[in-house]
């Protein structure tokens, strides 16, 4: 089965630092990478999406230079939360969606839990 | 703008019983609408509906849209402890190529 992963699981910082998270497609070639955010007991909500080799789409109200993201190759799309603050903490979620998937076919990583103090 | 909502938010039960959870939605442009188990982590994918009336069906669980009345129905029957988790409900978007989530529903199995 399709496989995604995040790195890293957990990451703490510091307030104004920049924190990177890595999203892989490990075993299927992902043309388009979603970015969620879910605070506790929310849903998830869109932040934006990336296709490979293109400028992802943010969804209203993210800010797109605080919220980088980078979809380099067909296996691999970053976010970077830059100057992050502790409103910033909460859980990031990426999911994958191959070249044959429909938009509803979203394989999932394991979620980022960031916590900025 | 889209909105899909789930209810109830929140379900405890004891083992055994049989538990339906709904979800409704109004979107500008319905392609499919989209059921995934939230444990831990990440979500996992149930169902995916695009035809009303037709009942999906996997083991204890399945699933059965209504495109008229806008909403979708998950039934889990003979409920186990290894079926709680969050339970999520998703519609796709004609043309949008995105996901809009609702609350989800935090069910709870009781021994």
């Known amino acids: 089965g399709a496989v995604v992963s995040q790195h890293p699981s957990w990451v703490i910082c510091k307030s104004g630092t920049s924190v990177k998270i890595e999203c892989r497609s490990l075993d299927f070639q992902a043309t388009t990478m979603f970015w969620y955010r879910q605070f506790p007991k929310q849903s998830l909500m869109l932040m934006a999406t990336?296709?490979?080799?293109?400028?992802?789409?943010?969804e209203q109200g993210v800010e797109k230079d605080k919220f980088l993201i980078n979809h380099a190759s067909l296996t691999l799309s970053t976010l970077t939360v830059t100057s992050a603050h502790p409103e910033d903490s909460s859980f990031y979620i990426c999911?994958?969606?191959?070249?044959?998937?429909?938009?509803?076919?979203?394989?999932f990583g394991p979620g980022t839990r960031l916590t900025v103090l | 703008e889209d909105k899909v909502v789930q209810s109830p938010l929140s379900l405890v039960v004891h083992e055994g019983d049989t538990v339906t959870l709904n979800c409704s939605y109004e979107?500008?442009?319905?392609?499919?609408l989209l059921w995934y188990k939230q444990e831990k982590k990440a979500p996992t994918f149930l169902f995916m509906l695009?035809?009303?009336?037709i009942e999906k069906k996997s083991g204890r669980l399945s699933s059965i849209l209504d495109k008229k009345e806008l909403f979708s129905i998950l039934n889990i029957t003979a409920t186990q402890t290894g079926d709680s988790a969050i339970y999520l409900c998703a519609v796709e978007i004609q043309g949008a190529q995105k996901l809009v989530f609702g609350q989800g529903t935090r069910l709870t199995i009781n021994p």
């Open positions: 979107v500008t442009n319905f392609r499919s």
């Open positions: 990336s296709n490979e080799g293109s400028k992802a789409t943010y």
């Open positions: 999911s994958a969606r191959g070249t044959s998937g429909f938009v509803g076919e979203q394989f």
């Open positions: 695009t035809s009303s009336g």
